[in-house]
């Protein structure tokens, strides 16, 4: 990057204000892979069946991970985002 281009940009503002519908939805996107899985497994393999309860077992970690992160979120917006 030359010296004027770098002159030009700035960096992005840190936008925080939709991080918890974002969140909320990422939950609710995992929710969904995780029964459509399930409803797979009637069709699996024994082999694949156990790849997908150790992949639903990740997305539940996941999932306890996103709720956790909302609920600073959550925090960090009534606090106006102020560390």
Do not use: H, W
């Amino acid at each position: 990057m030359t010296k004027n281009q770098n002159q030009y940009q700035q960096p992005n503002p840190d936008d925080r204000s939709d991080n918890v519908e974002k969140l909320q939805d990422m939950v609710q996107n995992t929710i969904e892979n995780i029964e459509e899985a399930e409803a797979s497994m009637e069709f699996a393999s024994g082999e694949d069946k156990q790849r997908i309860k150790e992949k639903n077992a990740r997305r539940e970690q996941s999932i306890e991970a996103f709720r956790n992160e909302i609920q600073d979120e959550s925090a960090a917006r009534q606090n106006g985002y102020r560390s």
